[in-house]
């Protein structure tokens, strides 16, 4: 087909009102906006790719380049959401993308010539039809965002000075730390979405415990002298990036510690600094994406994935800790790429590993610095380890 | 009764199956020599031996381009490779599935309830309509004459070595083949397929295109532009377009190659002494070759460039046509409009634009 400019944009706009439709009602349907997120980042860059480049040059479109321009697409999709930070499963988000393709095929080879007598010489004009499509998916991105904006969380505003806690939050909302707002005895998590941002918490028996309650976000958080675990999550979703976390002086807490939220979807701990604690990052039962974190002075591990964990350890830096530097454990299943361990001290009950498979466990290694520990990497306990690369 | 179609051709019998998406078989009257849409289009196609469409799936009679014939073929044969084809653009209908379609298609439109068996010789502009040669007076009247007749170029006719490559006929030892376009080049592999040594006389070297024209000249992406041309322009640009061309492929390069090393397939400036010569030179062109058209335009004093009348965009012809009446071309006398207006996409072009004409007026 010889679309005209205006003939590709109203087929796609068209062929996207259902699945836009589609994406609302799965929103409302998972109380989550990814759908309508995604499907109006396909839009848009359907549309940027329609005047920029396919017109130019495509001045006819055989129907097998769906395949590639779709694909295309797609990539560029997945690029920018994670480039925009939308945290969408990522086979939900195929499965809607795919659907969004196929539609559009249906829609352009079968529904539009049906529908409009003229529609392959008039090079995909719709007519009236395209003109309201672009009013629909209008309405429909309109009132997404105007219901979007009207949703958003209250933002509470933490002055500066010293709070007592424990500060418990109980109700969705954004709290904002002011320059020098400090929570003394910990916080405590009692609602779903809820954000913390750029607030110090001192003391308390967990610095932040987050437990049974999904999407909280911890962005610019620093934790110190927690009597337990500096972040402590359990049978929830976490993502918290840009953290500080001080466990110096505490033999026996961990860091961070996620543990039994495999039912709950993936968390993401990103660009952390961690010091001391018996372990940096620790998580049982659940899944995970542990990157750009750097973890020192631990007195048992430095990155722990164990207890049937799953999830991916991806350029973190490990230094001078005691006992393993990173370890995936009894019956996880870890990817391990270009992480940095240094300088692991052995323990009284590990003679000093960079990285450890144990029990059970599965774990790919590619391109990780492990060479400058005692024993580089170990295995035991029936694991496997793949290593296609330097490791 | 206020609409006519003048033609029972395949243009016509197009036509006429886009009118039916609004109106009944009593509402329409179609004049033509023959019941048979496809009687003069199937006697070439079996004269040049022809057993695979030039077009593609759009290339049906039916006024939309879904369900088009490799969808049937698909469905028919129980087979996805028609469909994926088409995807590919590889898709061609044969000969005969394209017939059978029309006749399908004739049997269930109610095409013989409209059809009166008659010539029509003149068509008169009246007020409010048309009358066309005593038969009656019609608002909205489409012209599809079909093409004016064989052409041969002068210098050959009386020669008794000579047949148009669209009469029957057999293959001498030695065949001359004249022309440059999709029949000539079915004659090649014909001769070749005979056992002849052929001798291509050709002015130009055949262009090589899937399609009749570039593909943007199917849809407003290329038409728009050309609908601003001016008419010197315009007509430069027809005679570059509908220079002959045939499509690409290992189907029609590899015998002749193969001949040409045997030295039975050669190119010549001139006809010599091949036993038999085939004249695939098409058709005579221009309206002026058509009576009818010739008439209208004499008597309406209608613009005209070169070989051309003018028409709008839409193939109605500007001067006859307001918001009570309504005179289109189509087929290759539409070719002002669309390029390709002599094949099926090119019918239902015309087709399309006249429907909407016929719509727009509200007292059709």
């Known amino acids: 087909m010889s679309y005209t400019l205006r003939g590709r944009i109203e087929s796609r706009l068209a062929a996207l009102l259902p699945l836009l439709a589609a994406a609302c009602v799965l929103a409302l349907a998972l109380h989550r906006w990814w759908p309508v997120e ?40 997945v690029l920018l959401m994670r480039w925009a930070g939308i945290a969408a499963p990522v086979e939900p988000a195929v499965a809607l993308f795919v659907a969004g ?35 629909g998916v209008g309405v429909l991105l309109a009132a997404a965002g105007g219901t979007a904006y009207a949703l958003r969380p209250p933002v509470v505003h933490l002055s500066a000075g010293v709070h007592r806690g424990p500060l418990v939050i109980a109700r969705r909302e954004v709290l904002v730390g002011d320059p020098g707002a400090i929570v003394r005895g910990g916080i405590v998590v009692r609602a779903d979405g809820v954000t913390i941002k750029n607030v110090s918490v001192v003391g308390g028996d967990y ?78 039962s659940s899944m995970s994406d542990i990157a750009h974190n750097t973890i020192t002075h ?94 | 009764m206020t609409v006519a179609l003048v033609g029972s051709g395949l243009a016509g019998f197009t036509a006429y199956q886009t009118l039916r998406v609004e109106l009944e078989p009593e509402e329409i009257a179609v004049f033509g020599t023959d019941v048979d849409p496809a009687a003069a289009w199937r006697r070439r196609a079996a004269a040049i031996r022809q057993r695979e469409m030039r077009s593609e799936s759009d290339g049906h009679c039916l006024p939309r381009s879904f369900p088009g014939l490799a969808f049937r073929a698909s469905a028919r044969r129980r087979s996805p490779v028609p469909l994926v084809a088409s995807f590919l653009d590889r898709f061609h209908p044969t000969v005969d599935e394209f017939l059978a379609h029309v006749e399908q298609l004739r049997e269930r439109s109610g095409w013989e309830r409209s059809v009166r068996e008659t010539r029509v010789e003149r068509v008169r502009a009246t007020d409010g309509g048309f009358e066309l040669d005593g038969h009656g ?35 001498a030892d030695t065949v001359t083949v004249v022309g440059a376009g999709l029949a000539a080049a079915t004659e090649w592999l014909n001769a070749l397929g005979a056992g002849a040594e052929v001798v291509s006389v050709r002015r130009r070297e055949p262009v090589r295109q899937q399609l009749n024209v570039p593909r943007a000249y199917f849809s407003r992406r290329g038409l728009d532009a050309f609908h601003e041309l001016g008419p010197a322009e315009r007509t430069a ?56 058209l010739a008439r209208l335009v004499d008597d309406h004093a209608l613009e005209t460039a070169d070989d051309w009348i003018v028409v709008d965009a839409d193939a109605t012809v500007p001067a006859l046509t307001d918001e009570t009446r309504t ?38």
């Open chain 1, 207 to 284: 610095g932040v415990v987050v437990d049974g309650y999904d999407g909280t976000k911890l962005d610019r958080v620093s934790v110190s002298g927690a009597k337990l675990d500096g972040i402590h999550v359990r049978f929830a979703t976490v993502m918290i990036k840009d953290c500080s976390v001080d466990m110096l002086g505490n033999a026996y807490g961990q860091g961070i510690d996620i543990s039994y939220t495999m039912d709950h979807g993936m968390n993401m701990i990103e660009g952390c600094n961690l010091v001391g604690g018996m372990e940096g990052i620790a998580t049982h």
């Open chain 2, 137 to 171: 007076t019609f608002r909205h009247v489409l012209l599809a004459p079909g093409h004016p007749g064989l052409n041969v170029p002068e210098e050959l006719r009386g020669d008794p070595r000579v047949v148009h490559a669209y009469e029957p006929h057999d293959y």
């Open chain 1, 298 to 391: 631990t007195t048992l591990r430095g990155i722990a994935m164990t207890e049937m964990s799953m999830g991916t350890i991806t350029q973190n830096e490990v230094r001078n800790v005691t006992g393993v530097g990173i370890v995936c454990n009894d019956h996880s299943m870890c990817e391990v790429e270009r992480n940095t361990v240094v300088g692991t001290r052995p323990s009284p009950v590990s003679r000093g590993v960079g990285f450890l498979a144990s029990y059970l466990s599965e774990a790919d290694l590619k391109h990780n610095e492990l060479g400058a520990n005692p024993v580089p990497v170990a295995v035991l306990s029936n694991s496997i380890l793949r290593r296609p690369g330097r490791s």
């Open chain 1, 101 to 135: 393709w196929l539609l559009a095929q249906l829609l352009g080879h079968a529904g539009f010539p049906l529908l409009r007598l003229g529609y392959a010489e008039d090079g995909g004009e719709l007519g009236r039809v395209g003109a309201a499509a672009a009013v």
């Open chain 2, 237 to 292: 640009r027809l005679r570059a377009l509908l220079a002959p061309s045939y499509p690409r492929g290992r189907a029609w390069d590899e015998p002749v190659g193969r001949a040409a090393a045997e030295g039975r397939f050669r190119v010549e400036a001139s006809v010599n002494g091949s036993a038999q010569v085939i004249c695939a030179t098409g058709f005579r062109r221009g309206f002026r070759s058509d009576p009818l």
């Open chain 2, 327 to 364: 005179l289109a071309l189509a087929g290759v006398s539409a070719q002002w409009a669309f390029p390709a207006a002599d094949t099926l996409v090119g019918a239902k072009y015309a087709a399309h634009g006249f429907l909407r004409r016929v719509r727009s007026c509200r007292t059709r």
């Open chain 1, 38 to 77: 995604a499907a109006a980042l396909m839009l848009g860059v359907g549309l940027a790719l329609d005047a920029q480049a396919y017109h130019r040059l495509l001045p006819y479109q055989p129907g097998w380049v769906a395949v590639p321009l779709g694909a295309l697409e797609l990539a560029l999709l």
